[in-house]
């Protein structure tokens, strides 16, 4: 009777035993199920501001290729003809010293002296007939440098610096692009 009563005692302790595992065990699976669905909604966002970025930086590619474009064939541009110091109608003069006007004239960038958001920058297509871009905040818009470079050996080459400002879906995603376009 003795081993009876021992063992009927000790069967009767570890029925809560059990329940505490389990409470325990759902409460590591509920942690690690919020934090799977955390992890995807932040993949999610991530992923949108990567789709965004990429908007922005196709808008600005094309802008580069639509000035491009307004150099070759629109007529208004030839050699530093229609450049003045002062920016007018997306065409900025930097001098052969850079932009006087500026505190550092030898060291300031025009793109960075004017609005990229509106005058004088072009926006796209407004000399290529270009058709607006889809799914943007803002069209992009570009502003075309004329330089003029007397190399070794005489000559005058003429080269431009396109600088393109373009946005994705979002206001805040902008994304810049410059390039110095030789035709």
Not at 12 to 32: E, S
Not at 58 to 70: H, T
Not at 93 to 121: D, E, F, I, Q
Not at 127 to 154: D, F
Request: with cysteine; hydrophobic share 40%; net charge positive.
């Amino acid at each position: 009777m003795k081993n009876g009563r021992y063992l009927t005692r000790r069967y009767g302790r570890q029925h809560g035993v059990a329940l505490i595992t389990g409470l325990i065990f759902m409460v590591v699976l509920t942690l690690l199920g919020i934090t799977a669905a955390r992890m995807a909604g932040l993949e999610e966002r991530m992923s949108g501001n990567m789709r965004d970025r990429s908007l922005a930086v196709q808008a600005a590619e094309r802008a580069l290729r639509d000035a491009e474009q307004d150099i070759r064939k629109s007529g208004r541009v030839s050699g530093i003809t229609n450049f003045v110091s002062a920016c007018t109608n997306g065409l900025c003069y930097n001098g052969p010293n850079g932009n006087k006007n500026a505190v550092n004239w030898n060291t300031t960038p025009v793109w960075s002296l004017v609005s990229m958001t509106a005058a004088p920058s072009i926006a796209y297509g407004t000399n290529t007939g270009a058709t607006n871009i889809p799914g943007l905040s803002a069209q992009p818009r570009y502003l075309i440098e004329g330089i003029r470079k007397m190399p070794p050996g005489g000559g005058v080459v003429f080269y431009y610096r396109i600088t393109a400002r373009g946005q994705g879906a979002n206001l805040n995603t902008v994304v810049w692009l410059q390039e110095v376009f030789k035709p």
